[in-house]
Nanobody, 115 residues
């Protein structure tokens, strides 16, 4: 069973940066397209960015130019570099495959953007 561990969330001021990490427990990680999802207060969980096995990326319009997703297949890890953070980026961030595998949800990591 694949286990995921998200980390890197924190309280940060508007305009600040964070780097999230998602480590998978098995080498099967490299076979999938991986994405970062987020769920803000009172909102549904939505896809923010994803990266394919070959490294192609795609982003939600609201984060284009500010967020960068990447992956390290040797480390079974996917990253999300978040710059120029805004209050509306406040959410719990999760990683999962694209499309979602319900068995892969981890605990998420909390990102709070506030002054």
């Amino acid at each position: 069973q694949v286990q995921l561990v998200e980390s890197g969330g924190a309280l940060v001021q508007p305009g600040g940066s964070l780097r999230l990490s998602c480590a998978a427990s098995e080498s099967i990680f490299r076979r999938f397209t991986w994405g970062w999802y987020r769920q803000g207060p009172g909102n549904q969980r939505t896809l923010v960015a994803h990266v394919t096995y070959s490294g192609n990326t795609n982003y939600k319009d609201s984060v284009k130019g500010r967020f960068t997703i990447s992956r390290d297949n040797a480390k079974n890890t996917v990253y999300l570099q978040m710059d120029s953070l805004k209050s509306e980026d406040t959410a719990i961030y999760y990683c999962n495959t694209v499309p979602v595998n319900a068995n892969f949800w981890g605990q998420g990591t909390q990102v709070t953007v506030s002054s």
